[in-house]
Each structure stands twice: as structure tokens, then as C-alpha cells.
């Protein structure tokens, strides 16, 4: 199963400088919808749902 998600780094450029906070607040956010994704998902087969009932959700190559 693969959810990927992107972020606008220029969004984050604030008065010439990086706006880590704001980059955190997002990145919370995004984590936070993708897991509703995967919750929520439909899986076709039976074995599918596993390693995400099971809390992983680590990213994998």
C-alpha cells in the first residue's frame, strides 16, 4: 500500500527567511490526513489491511 503526499516548500518562505514552525504545523497536518486515508481506505484483498491495522506505517523503500 503506498499514500504519498507533498508538500510547497515556498509556502513556507516568510520575510526572506524559512518558516520551520509553519513547516511543522504542515507536516503534522499531512501525516495526520494520510493516516485518515489509510483508515478509511478500501482494501480489495484480504491481507492488505495488515501492516497498517497493526500500526505500521513506517516508510519503506
Given amino acids: 500500500m ?3 503526499g507533498s508538500i510547497n516548500l515556498a509556502r513556507h518562505v516568510a520575510d526572506g527567511g524559512f518558516d520551520f514552525d509553519k513547516l511543522a504545523a504542515t507536516v503534522r497536518t499531512a501525516v495526520r490526513q494520510l493516516d485518515r486515508v489509510i483508515d478509511i481506505n478500501f482494501y480489495p ?3 492488505a489491511p495488515r501492516p497498517t491495522a497493526s500500526g505500521d506505517r513506517s516508510a519503506s523503500a
Fill in 45 to 47: 484483498i484480504e491481507t
Fill in 2 to 4: 503506498c499514500n504519498l
